[in-house]
């Protein structure tokens, strides 16, 4: 079983408001990404990063920021929420082969 | 442009039956293919990895087949249950880095009645 964990699971907040989604994962992956899936569709690349201080963006434009301090720690932060930003987004670490999924974190944007 | 189509888009079987769910795709150089199950509101968990040498793997209920020279991948699953009640994404990465870059399909929602 994978030991990737995301915080908060459902998010319900307002317009403007700064939220950070946390991800963190306890096998010493230094691989690590945030995808974004909207129902129906497929999962699109957003953020990743392949070790500590290294961050890049995905083939999806997002207003989001990450960040990547720690090997475990991969949250990602909106500014300003708006309701476009409403959405399902999963976080997810890998050795280089196999790839493990968090639970995810839904976000509602009013 | 590289795809990755799945069909059907949806599935309803009853519970005890066996289905077969599709993948074509379009990514070259192609590295390997992978299914994934996603439960409704959860994160997707792997279910079989085949690179090009491989015509076939199991998991259990789950048999994937993968045909490297048509571009076609197969999911098959045996005897459903009510727990196979999910979303099954084929994912395909080319080669490039160790992990590839992924490409994702739409996946297809299966529902098992009982």
């Known amino acids: 079983e994978a030991d990737i964990y995301q915080t908060p699971r459902y998010l319900v907040i307002g317009t403007g408001k700064k939220i950070t989604l946390e991800c963190s994962q306890t096998m010493g992956h230094d691989k690590m990404y945030w995808y974004q899936q909207d129902p129906g569709m497929e999962l699109h690349l957003i953020h990743y990063s392949y070790g500590v201080n290294s961050t890049e963006k995905g083939d999806l434009s997002s207003e989001s920021t990450v960040s990547r301090i720690r090997t475990e720690h991969f949250p990602l932060t909106l500014e300003s929420a708006r309701p476009s930003h409403t959405s399902q987004y999963l976080c997810a670490s890998s050795d280089g082969g196999e790839l493990f999924f968090g639970e995810g974190s839904r976000l509602t944007v009013l | 442009k590289n795809q990755v189509e799945q069909s059907p888009q949806s599935l309803i079987i009853l519970e005890g039956k066996n289905c077969t769910l599709q993948?074509?795709?379009?990514?070259?150089?192609?590295?390997?293919l992978r299914w994934y199950k996603q439960d409704t509101g959860r994160g997707p968990v792997s279910l079989t990895i085949m690179t090009f040498s491989e015509n076939t793997k199991s998991n259990g209920r789950y048999t994937a087949t993968l045909d490297a020279d048509t571009k076609q991948s197969s999911l098959h699953i045996t005897a459903s249950q009510l727990s196979d009640s999910a979303s099954y994404i084929c994912v395909v990465s080319d080669r490039g880095s160790t992990l590839g870059r992924l490409y994702f399909g739409r996946g297809t929602q299966l529902t098992v009645w009982p």
């Open positions: 993948c074509n795709y379009t990514v070259s150089p192609f590295s390997n």
